[in-house]
């Protein structure tokens, strides 16, 4: 199971990453914020915090999707016993 969760975390990881990098060379969390929520009062650093936690939430549920569609459809595909045919 650890690999499993590893295998998901550790790519969505480093490529939260780099979408921050990518982010924070090209957008102003301050401009941002000042754009959609005016009223709310937050620093550049917890804009850029808050961008790679969702990035990571985002490209782990991307792993998660890719790692159950990838599952071996013998799991599911079984034959019925024979009192249920």
Do not use: C, H
């Amino acid at each position: 199971m650890a690999q499993r969760v590893g295998a998901i975390l550790w790519p969505s990881f480093f490529a939260a990453g780099v979408s921050t990098m990518v982010f924070s060379a090209f957008v102003d969390p301050l401009a941002l914020r000042d754009i959609t929520f005016p009223e709310l009062q937050m620093s550049r650093s917890l804009g850029y915090s808050i961008a790679f936690f969702m990035f990571w939430v985002a490209t782990a549920a991307s792993s998660l999707f890719t790692w159950i569609l990838l599952r071996p459809s013998s799991r599911f595909n079984r034959a019925l016993p024979p009192d249920k045919q």
